[in-house]
């Protein structure tokens, strides 16, 4: 993957925290990512989140529980495809 970005600057955040809406953290990102010559990350997670909602908070952290463990049982799936020894994390979890 690398090799196929060597040309792109480095990645955007895959985690974005804003306090409110067009706060100076999303304006900054906005700018980042307007002079960023990369390639889009596909397929993207986007979590919404209101600190003063306990309900939209519960949703969110349950949202990034799912994901997390999408992304594990991903990398167990990896471990066990043929071919794919060099990329194995070699830790018992």
Do not use: W
């Not at 480095?10 to 306090?19: D, H, K, Q």
């Not at 304006?27 to 002079?35: K, R, T, W, Y």
């Amino acid at each position: 993957m690398g090799e196929q970005l060597s040309d792109s600057n480095p990645p955007l955040p895959s985690l974005l925290v804003v306090f409110s809406e067009a706060d100076a953290i999303e304006a900054h990102f906005d700018d980042e990512s307007q002079n960023m010559a990369e390639a889009s990350p596909e397929p993207n997670l986007i979590i919404p989140l209101n600190a003063f909602d306990r309900a939209t908070v519960k949703l969110a952290f349950t949202t990034l529980a799912v994901a997390c463990k999408t992304l594990e049982a991903a990398t167990r799936l990896i471990d066990l495809m043929p071919g794919n020894e060099k990329y194995q994390s070699h830790q018992d979890v």
